[in-house]
T-cell receptor
């Protein structure tokens, strides 16, 4: 079974630009969550999508948004990039987010904002 | 307010000895706890978990202990191997509504196993 894939793996942008990251979950998984990992903050939850609807949201500004398509693939968008947005962005999928689910992570997209 | 805390950013252990990674939490609504391991340039991978109704779960060289009264859990690795060198994240789960459970992660502990 193929794992969670994320594209691109590396990205360099400048302040003020916007960026879109993509995540393809494991086949059959309908829940996709996004996390931001920085050295000082660990993994911070951004949001979760399930069946094309945002189900949960973390404490991030509105510049961070996402969506999920009917095939469960998800995209995350960050507008008006700031230097502090430089981080590893991780996507994780699980079957449906219920109590017996295990979350599987992709390799991440390393975003550098200059 | 950090609900899951891993107070040791790093830990060095000799090969063959025991590694003990600690995690504290504050939210009484957490009902399930997990440990993830992360190598550089890879996403975290699930290692072991424990339900809040248990106090111990074992899987090979890995054992997780939960002390609910102290809101503390620990991961023991015995014996430690160089391949265990990675960042270990503690995570706690709580019901977040709409039939969904959400994970809260600690900041991680970097384990170095010295040959």
């Amino acid at each position: 079974k193929a794992g969670v894939t994320q594209t691109p793996r590396y990205l360099i942008k400048t302040r003020g630009q916007q960026v879109t990251l993509s995540c393809s979950p494991i086949s059959g998984h309908r829940s996709v969550s996004w996390y931001q990992q920085t050295p000082g903050q660990g993994l911070q939850f951004l949001f979760e999508y399930f069946s094309e609807t945002q189900r949960n949201k973390g404490n991030f500004p509105g510049r961070f948004s996402g969506r999920q398509f009917s095939n469960s693939r998800s995209e995350m968008n960050v507008s008006t990039l700031e230097l502090g947005d430089s981080a590893l962005y991780l996507c994780a999928s699980r079957r449906d987010g219920t109590s017996t689910d295990t979350q599987y992570f992709g390799p991440g997209t390393r975003l550098t904002v200059l | 307010d950090q609900q899951v805390k891993q107070n040791s950013p790093s830990l060095s252990v000799q090969e063959g000895r025991i590694s003990i990674l600690n995690c504290d939490y504050t939210n009484s609504m957490f009902d399930y706890f997990l440990w993830y391991k992360k190598y550089p340039a890879e996403g975290p991978t699930f290692l072991i978990s424990i339900s809040s109704i248990k106090d111990k779960n074992e899987d090979g060289r890995f054992t997780v202990f939960l002390n609910k009264s102290a809101k503390h859990l620990s991961l023991h690795i015995v014996p430690s191997q160089p391949g265990d060198s990675a960042v270990y994240f503690c995570a706690a789960r709580a019901y977040s509504g709409a039939g969904s459970y959400q994970l809260t992660f600690g900041k991680g502990t970097k384990l170095s196993v010295i040959p």
